[in-house]
């Protein structure tokens, strides 16, 4: 039962344009939300995160996006950087449980 | 401030043998949890350990073990070893049992 989904495995922008990636959830408990970003031997880095009793949260180039009745959330990136070229995973989780990660979505950046 | 490392990096193991995966905590950080990502997939939770002692598992069978020292660094034990055990181990620290983690590079385990 996947619990967190990204349903686009991969995603090209062209650099200076917005990047929005998706991520859609089943459990209604969940309570905060993360994104984090992987680059290629290295482990996930923590990127924006969102509680749910906000709608929105914005960091620099970064902003998270919440639709809590539609159990879905969002990160745009805007404008987007060849460094912004990674895999980016949707996380969440209630109280102090375990985070449930999506599969991912590689975004590349085309200069 | 040293982040999360984790050893070996990369290791081959045959069916049936066992392994030790060993993580250091970043500076501060008490709690450690573990995670698998298989091929193509987002990491799974293992099990989180806090101040020593387990706090959360996952759906992994017993046989899927670990440590937390008193240094916080930990440890993660497989026995029996499958082919479906081949994956990406994430260590994971954080201040407290808390949301934000930070993970070091894996550990990559092949299993033959």
């Known amino acids: 039962d996947q619990q967190v989904k990204q349903n686009s495995p991969s995603l090209s922008v062209q650099e200076g344009r917005i990047s929005i990636l998706n991520c859609d959830y089943t459990?209604?408990?969940?309570?905060?939300f993360l994104w984090y970003k992987k680059y290629p031997a290295e482990g996930p880095t923590f990127l924006i995160s969102?509680?749910?009793?906000?709608d929105k949260n914005e960091d620099g180039r970064f902003t998270v996006f919440l639709n809590k009745s539609a159990k879905h959330l969002s990160l745009h990136i805007v404008p987007s950087q060849p460094g912004d070229s990674a895999v980016y995973f949707c996380a969440a989780n209630f109280g102090n449980e375990k985070l449930t990660f999506g599969t991912g979505t590689r975004l590349t950046i085309i200069p | 401030e040293t982040g999360v490392t984790q050893s070996p990096t990369h290791l081959i193991k045959t069916r049936g043998q066992q392994v030790t995966l060993r993580c250091s905590s970043q500076s501060g950080h008490n709690t450690v949890s573990w995670y698998q990502q298989a091929l193509g997939q987002g990491p799974q939770f293992i099990f989180q350990?806090?101040?020593?002692?387990?706090?959360g598992r996952g759906n992994f069978p017993p046989r899927f073990s670990g440590l937390q020292f008193p240094n916080y660094s930990s440890e993660l034990n497989v026995n029996a070893l499958e082919l479906d055990d081949s994956a990406l181990y994430l260590c994971?620290?954080?201040?407290?049992?808390?949301?934000?983690?930070?993970f070091g590079a894996g550990s990559r385990l092949t299993v033959l």
């Open positions: 350990y806090y101040r020593e002692e387990e706090n």
């Open positions: 459990n209604s408990m969940f309570d905060y």
């Open positions: 969102i509680s749910s009793i906000k």
């Open positions: 994971a620290s954080s201040p407290s049992v808390a949301n934000v983690l930070t």
